[in-house]
T-cell receptor
């Protein structure tokens, strides 16, 4: 499976600021996704990152709050904008390769908002 | 959209016993059902998956069964070991045009006592 890295691995941020999380894959992948995992909870899909076009957001998530870029087939960013303590979560990217929908996850970014 | 229910939320077993985790899904178009294991502070790792064209799949001590008619699938772990202790998530893909999207169950905390 592809090797997936995320930066930063963790961060502590102040309320009202923004943080951009990077997801890098060592090979070209078909699909990239961003998930949120709140403390002690399951994984919730934020959006599908589309290469060369706007991301597809799930219900409850909007582009103004979570802008996403995917300039090529190996890289994507998720920005958490105008943060509040409720945004404290682990943010994970995942990728699917080839023609299957089997997903593999990055190591996650642990975000704490004060 | 897809809804995935997972039970039990916690499961405690003695080493060597079997563990069974059950999930139900709502979208009859779903055709891919992965299971992930997440250890504390780690990323979710795919441990086994099943597609709708088979009813059972085994990989050493773990197996997954699928009942499409009843829309439920289960994870079976035999001869449990302390290192099996983790949170387990089931998931189901979205059918139709929402290719690749996964909806996750709420998770099961499995504790294996030596």
């Amino acid at each position: 499976s592809a090797v997936i890295s995320q930066k930063p691995s963790r961060d502590i941020c102040q309320r009202g600021t923004s943080l951009t999380i990077q997801c890098q894959v060592d090979s070209q992948v078909t699909m990239m996704f961003w998930y949120r995992q709140q403390p002690g909870q399951s994984l919730t899909l934020i959006a599908t990152a589309n290469q060369g076009s706007e991301a597809t957001y799930e219900s409850g998530f909007v582009i103004d709050k979570f802008p996403i870029s995917r300039p090529n087939l190996t890289f994507s960013t998720l920005t958490v904008s105008n943060m509040s303590p409720e945004d404290s979560s682990i943010y994970l990217c995942s990728v699917a390769t080839g023609s299957t929908d089997t997903q593999y996850f990055g190591p996650g970014t642990r975000l704490t908002v004060l | 959209g897809e809804n995935v229910e997972q039970h039990p939320s916690t499961l405690s077993v003695q080493e060597g016993d079997s563990a069974v985790i059950k999930c139900t899904y709502s979208d009859s178009a779903s055709n891919y059902f992965p299971w992930y294991k997440q250890e504390l502070g780690k990323r979710p790792q795919l441990i086994i998956d099943i597609r709708s064209n088979v009813g059972e799949k085994k990989d050493q001590r773990i197996a997954v069964t699928l009942n499409k008619t009843a829309k439920h699938f289960s994870l079976h772990i035999t001869e449990t070991q302390p290192e099996d202790s983790a949170v387990y998530f089931c998931a189901a893909n979205a059918g139709g045009t929402s290719y690749g999207k996964l909806t996750f169950g709420q998770g099961t905390i499995l504790t294996v006592h030596p």
